[in-house]
């Protein structure tokens, strides 16, 4: 009978999975809308107690916007500061001046890896958009080639390295320690960017050639903003890194004062990553804001302006987090650890697995990593013999693979390079997809070492 129970619940699952592709993608229905609906017709499908579908799903969007919200605001208002003051322009020339013309596609992936570490994914995309269509204006090259690179640097921050929310999520499901978890994640993030971003980009742009007649291009590329005076290359790295350095500062309290006292409270609380954001925002208001000559009102302006875009991708993410829920609470979450456990895979494998099959369920990264860790967590601590900071790695790498129809990624990315959707399965879901498994195989390469 269990049996029986655990296959349907799958079938449901599935059937709302499917719902979910064909209401948002043929439909064109508002997947914050679809989310909400499906979510609620799958706890009644599975049997869930009526009293409890809505409480399950504001549960869900409750325990992700909680912290989410928060960082995708300031991580936000930190991007478009950098945007408006030119400074993203000048980590753009100043990379490109490094690696000359004719590696574009590898200048674009360093500067998402490294605008991309305070900022959401979407921030970053948003924020970097303009650089690579610059980029791709000034050197004549296809939008694949730099845009691909650039968006792979960006998801491999965004899967695997804190202060990344899924990430810090999972670094805390897991016990895991936030300094040894970021170094870990350079080790195995730095290469998996590099083939899934310049090297794969470089190939796959000469099949796939967007239409060049793209109506954006001529909205970020603005000439009347050239020759202006940029800021410098060192305050700029300065401001955008500053909030990683702080939570470095955070985890590492330990080492420079003894716990419990007020100097090691203080720079914990400086490491949380919504004060880390807090403090480089506040910092950005005069590096990239009064030294550029804006004033007060122009600072409020930008940071107003850039709140609007970013309320339909948390709502998403928040509706992808009540569906999550729900997934977990109806049972269906169980019924797939059932079958991920019943394959005796090392935990490794496991979270990878389970945040994989999340991952193309609900097309969130973040919902994926978010609930993998709250079901795969209580099995590794009972198992042990793994380490904690690589089980955040293999889950993140799970988080991101074959982003689909449901992802909002898939539809930024296919808008703003001007692509078709069968363009967008061959560039963007087989780079996430490869980000996905290579960044697990260096993960398991790894655990050997350590």
């Known amino acids: 009978m269990e049996a029986v129970q655990g296959s349907a619940l799958l079938v449901y699952a599935l059937v709302a999975v499917i719902a979910l592709i064909v209401l948002i993608a043929k439909f064109k229905m508002n997947p914050f809308i679809v989310l909400i609906v499906v979510s609620l017709v799958l706890g009644l499908a599975v049997g869930m107690p009526m009293g409890n579908i809505v409480k399950a799903f504001e549960t869900g969007v409750g325990g992700a916007l909680g912290h989410i919200a928060l960082v995708v605001g300031l991580g936000t208002m930190l991007g478009k500061m950098m945007a408006e003051s030119g400074g993203a322009e000048r980590i753009a020339n100043t990379m490109i001046k490094a690696f000359g013309e004719k590696n574009v596609h590898w200048a674009m992936m360093v500067v998402a890896f490294i605008v ?3 900022v959401f994914f979407e921030v970053g995309f948003v924020l970097l958009v303009p650089i690579a269509f610059n980029v791709a204006k000034r050197t004549g090259t ?28 999972a670094v805390t499901a897991y016990s895991a320690d936030i300094g040894r978890t970021i170094l870990y994640a350079l080790i195995v993030g730095i290469p998996t960017a590099i083939i899934a971003g310049p090297i794969f980009g470089k190939l796959i742009s000469k099949v796939v050639i967007p239409n060049p007649d793209n109506p954006l291009i001529s909205q970020f590329v603005d000439d009347s903003k050239k020759g202006r005076e940029l800021p410098g290359f060192g305050i700029t790295l300065f401001t955008i890194l500053l909030p990683v350095a702080l939570m470095l ?6 080492l420079f004062f003894a716990p419990k006292t007020f100097a090691n409270d203080f720079l914990r609380l400086i490491g949380n990553s919504v004060i880390a954001l807090l403090i480089a925002t506040l910092v950005s208001f005069w590096t990239f804001g009064k030294a550029r000559g804006f004033g007060a009102d122009q600072i409020l302006k930008f940071t107003n302006e850039c709140l609007a875009p970013i309320a339909s991708i948390t709502l998403v993410v928040g509706a992808g987090a009540g569906f999550g829920r729900i997934l977990m609470d109806g049972g269906v979450s169980k ?6 456990t019943d394959a005796h895979l090392s935990p490794l494998l496991l979270g990878w697995f389970v945040a994989a099959l999340i991952r193309v ?5 973040t919902v994926a990593m978010t609930t993998a860790c709250g079901i795969v967590a209580p099995i590794v601590s009972s198992v042990g013999g793994t380490r904690p900071e690589l089980m955040v790695l ?29 363009q967008t399965f061959k560039t963007w879901t087989v780079m996430e997809t490869l980000v996905s498994v290579v960044a697990l195989l260096f993960t398991l390469a790894l655990a050997t070492v350590v």
């Open 394 to 422: 293999a889950t993140g790498a799970g988080s991101l693979i074959l982003s689909h129809v449901n992802d909002g990624g898939f539809w930024l990315v296919k808008e703003y390079f001007n692509m078709t959707v069968p």
């Open 116 to 118: 991309g570490l305070p």
């Open 361 to 365: 369920a609900t097309g969130s990264a």
């Open 249 to 254: 500062i955070g985890s590492w309290a330990d």
């Open 142 to 169: 296809n939008m694949v080639l730099v845009g691909i690179p650039m968006v792979a640097g960006l998801s491999v921050v965004h899967g695997l390295i804190p202060p990344h929310p899924a990430a810090l999520l």
């Open 335 to 340: 019924a797939i650890v059932g079958i991920a």
